[in-house]
């Protein structure tokens, strides 16, 4: 289980000949991981958890729709609900947002009211009519009018109608005006509620341009993958002209469109429409000010990269031909993001099971019932939370893998015709069968980073507000320092997973062997990387500047009433996301095929016996770089240091 073992002879990359199982322990390891989370989850349904979420319990210990047993110390405990299926609450609106439960004495009925009540006799009918008494057991439905306590034992008046939950039996208000409260209180960062109401009605009121757009984001992302798949030669520059052009463009129009609703709020107009037209303004000069640094960056980089570009050019016409031989790579985000959602659903319905186990325990103040646990059982949710980390770290990094060995298979594989009837299910048993401890270590490590990260963006969130500035920023520093060697240990792992879907090695020796060949060749390969993310970054926001520019078009028409901060923000993170999930695995597999390029021209030169494995496109800018370099150095009298070509050896000659 040690990392980065020395004693391990030097590596001959032989793609493809030998398999052999990886990181075995580590399996071992994350499979006994894995057994502790069942552990947890039969722990909380075997203390009777699950009917307590499901069914839910009365403040005095009592499951609804079942017997119960005494508790000592608990006088209205151990009463037969059988008939009482649903729980109710008294004060159902008074609901604490610190520790986010609802803050009143719940008892198990019979029905849950299905209107409004507005007196102690409506209180007193509906129990003797439907036999579900909404007042404290003790008290009997004929004192429900003569009680001197029944403000206490009773609900508060007027009790809204409620329905039950389809699952977990709980009444809930069908007027939903408590619920506003709740949410009123998370948006506390609103000082205006008048502007939080024009931004609401902003979105309101647009809410079929929204759509609209979120629609028009999706038929672009898949008009740029036909792009990529089928004119990827013409993809970068096309793609860089573009964005060039619609940023200059997006800007110049944005600044247009602030001076022109400057003059519109200058004018008379009723002061509704005038405030409006001050939030657009306000807007515009945000969103104006914003596209002209992101224009100015985006030029300097174009400039500074465009050297780059050729290679990038060659690699992106193998990604195509990748995508030709493997369409199903397309879906690969799709079974990943719904493995990911079954994994948080089991995870989060333990975390409930978790909320309502333990042992029943008095509280002192209220006289009510709590399920607490004691002794090392209360830590299972400090374990509970390293699992969501660590098993959605190994989901991501499986599908990472699946797609590492796919293109390894298509790249190694001299003789296309020979490639298995589906790539992807060859890698998804050879990752099964040999690999998952692999896949296990990076996740971990991983997660030994994203925990403590966690943590102390926890606390720092605590800080705010405090006097105590230096602590702040120390905390923010150290946050921001964990991110990104986060980023760094993601971008090892992702090559480290290549380098053991070629040689099957272990994750050790491949971060070894992987971060030496990107050392290596820095300039030729790590450069050149972030080239292809740049480009396929363009194309998200290409995407995402074409579903805006519409946008700021279709919302212009409604300026008199819509408020567009909101709305537009909602299209262009939908748009953002829509274009991320369609090109992640693009820029997944340009990846791979940047290291493979590297191992392929590091071990092999061409010559009978050592032949390139790399694809026609690829020995193409091969050559052409060799003339090139050979002719600028006959230029310069053998003196250029520019991109010289590597021998056998993998140095630069």
């Known amino acids: 289980m040690g990392c980065c073992g020395s004693s391990e002879k030097k590596q001959d990359w032989k793609p493809l000949e030998d398999r052999s199982y990886t990181d075995i322990p580590w399996l071992i390891l994350f499979a006994l991981f894995n057994i502790g989370m069942l552990f947890i989850c039969g722990f909380a349904i075997s203390t009777g958890a699950a009917s307590r979420l499901i069914s839910g319990y009365d403040s005095y210990g009592n499951i609804c729709g079942q017997k119960n047993t005494q508790i000592p110390g608990i006088e209205l405990s151990g009463k037969d609900q059988t008939i009482n299926k649903y729980v109710f609450f008294l004060e159902p609106c008074n609901i604490d947002i610190v520790k986010r439960k609802i803050k009143s004495v719940a008892l198990c009925v019979s029905k849950c009211p299905d209107k409004e009540l507005q007196t102690y006799e409506d209180l007193r009918h509906f129990a003797n009519t439907n036999g579900s008494k909404l007042c404290s057991y003790e008290l009997n439905p004929d004192k429900y009018v003569v009680d001197v306590d029944i403000a206490n034992k009773c609900p508060k008046l007027p009790v809204p109608p409620s329905k039950s939950l389809p699952v977990f039996h709980r009444c809930t208000p069908v007027d939903i005006s408590c619920y506003a409260k709740f949410a009123e209180a998370l948006i506390t960062f609103v000082s205006d509620n008048s502007v939080l109401h024009r931004v609401i009605t902003g979105v309101m009121t647009s809410k079929e341009i929204i759509m609209g757009l979120c629609l028009l984001s999706l038929v672009l992302s898949v008009i740029l993958m036909g792009v990529i798949r089928f004119i990827s030669a013409l993809l970068v520059w096309l793609i860089t002209a573009i964005v060039v052009l619609g940023s200059l463009g997006g800007t110049g129009i944005l600044w247009w469109l602030y001076v022109d609703h400057r003059v519109s709020a200058n004018a008379t107009l009723p002061a509704p429409e005038l405030q409006v037209a001050k939030d657009n303004e306000k807007a515009l000069l945000v969103y104006a000010v914003a596209a002209t640094i992101f224009t100015v960056v985006l ?71 709590e399920f607490q646990m004691a002794g090392p059982m209360q830590y299972m949710v400090w374990y509970h939370a390293v699992g969501l980390i660590w098993i959605s770290e190994f989901i991501l990094a499986c599908q990472q893998m699946t797609v590492a060995g796919a293109v390894v298979t298509y790249y190694f594989t001299r003789d296309k015709s020979q490639l298995p009837l589906t790539p992807i299910l060859s890698s998804v048993i050879c990752l099964m069968r040999y690999h998952l401890g692999t896949v296990a270590k990076g996740a971990f490590i991983i997660t030994l980073v994203e925990i403590p990260r966690l943590i102390l963006t926890y606390i720092h969130n605590q800080l705010k507000g405090s006097e105590n500035a230096c602590a702040r920023c120390m905390v923010k520093a150290c946050v921001c320092c964990l991110w990104c060697l986060e980023k760094c240990l993601t971008y090892l792992n992702q090559n480290a997973y290549v380098a053991t879907a070629i040689n099957s090695t272990s994750f050790c020796t491949s971060a070894r062997d992987a971060f030496i060949i990107l050392v290596e060749n820095a300039l030729r390969v790590a450069t050149i990387n972030s080239v292809g993310d740049f480009v396929l970054f363009l194309g998200k926001v290409l995407i995402v500047s074409c579903t805006a520019f519409a946008g700021v078009l279709a919302l212009n028409y409604q300026r008199e009433y819509t408020v567009w901060v909101l709305p537009l923000i909602i299209v262009c993170l939908f748009a953002f996301l829509v274009a991320h999930c369609f090109l992640s695995i693009f820029e997944m597999v340009v990846d791979v095929l940047f290291l493979c390029f590297a191992i392929d021209t590091k071990y092999n030169d061409g010559s009978p016996g050592s032949e390139y494995y790399m694809d026609k496109a690829l020995m193409e800018f091969v050559e052409n770089s060799k003339k090139a370099m050979a002719e600028e150095k006959r230029a310069t009298g053998g003196n250029s240091r520019e991109m010289r070509p590597m021998n056998p050896a993998g140095t630069l000659a």
Not at 307 to 328: E, M, N, Q, W, Y
Not at 340 to 350: A, E, N, P, R, S
């Open 299 to 369: 030029l300097l980089l174009m400039f500074f990269m465009r050297k780059r570009v050729a290679l990038t050019i060659a690699l992106f016409r193998v990604a195509s031909k990748v995508f030709g031989h493997l369409p199903l790579l397309v879906l690969q985000p799709f079974w990943t993001f719904l493995t990911l959602m079954l994994f948080w659903i089991y995870w989060i319905t333990v975390l409930l099971l978790l909320g309502t186990s333990g042992s029943p325990v008095k509280n002192n103040q209220t006289g009510l019932v």
